[in-house]
């Protein structure tokens, strides 16, 4: 049940973008997007909510193409902020269960 | 606004024996969730609630045990820790299954 995500880690440089996919064995009726920092907890950054959503804060959005059954994350012109784990989320089969995915490590370099 | 809550930060178990993590949020969420994270690697649901008195079992259930008597609590019972257990823990909590979920700080667990 838990979404897959691909690249599995990620090396940029400050200014460099990057692309991080989840895709799902199973349809897709919403997708969360979260960061979790070295130590901490995982942080909020997104929900998409319908299939062609699109949403975008500061330098990352993220797309949901329910009929494929995956979303993509986009960071633009990274930052050293943007350093961590990235995992994607949805519901499980029953419609109350919440899985996440199998997490992107994604690390800027000056 | 505490939001969600967990305690205790760190503990050290010995094998055999048993321990309650505590969590509450103060948001009137309905559902709650416990994550296991063990190093490296992603966040697998122990258990869940939709609301007082209601509780499921995620992918990792066995080992564990939970309850739901109020709104703001959802404790986890480790009975018989063992080594597999040693994993960091996190509870989360959501208004509905659309709505981002909010963590508390986890429990990093050490079974020896």
């Known amino acids: 049940q838990q979404p897959v995500q691909s690249p599995q880690a990620v090396i940029l440089r400050e200014g460099e973008d990057a692309v991080i996919n989840c895709s799902s064995s199973?349809?897709?009726?919403?997708v969360h997007w979260y960061r979790q920092k070295h130590g901490e907890a995982p942080v909020f950054l997104m929900i998409l909510l319908k299939g062609g959503e699109q949403k975008g804060h500061d330098k990352i959005s993220a797309s949901f193409n329910e009929k494929k059954q995956q979303s993509s994350l986009y960071l633009t012109a990274s930052q050293l902020s943007y350093s961590g784990t990235y995992f994607c989320?949805?519901?499980?089969?029953?419609?109350?269960?919440?899985?996440f995915g199998t997490g992107t490590s994604l690390t800027v370099i000056p | 606004n505490a939001g969600v809550t967990q305690t205790p930060k760190f503990r050290i178990l010995k094998i055999g024996q048993s321990m309650t993590l505590q969590c509450t949020q103060d948001?009137?969420?309905?559902?709650m969730y416990w994550y296991r994270q063990d190093p490296g690697m992603g966040l697998k649901l122990i258990y869940y609630s939709v609301g007082a008195g209601i509780t499921d079992k995620g992918e990792v259930p066995n080992g564990y045990n939970v309850s739901r008597s109020t709104t703001e609590d959802f404790p986890l019972r480790l009975e018989l820790a063992a080594p597999s257990q040693t994993s960091v823990y996190f509870c989360?909590?959501?208004?509905?299954?659309?709505?981002?979920?909010?963590f508390g700080n986890g429990t990093r667990l050490t079974v020896t």
């Open positions: 948001m009137n969420h309905n559902y």
């Open positions: 989360a909590s959501s208004y509905s299954i659309d709505s981002p979920l909010h």
């Open positions: 199973k349809a897709l009726y919403s």
């Open positions: 989320g949805t519901e499980g089969r029953t419609g109350n269960q919440f899985y």
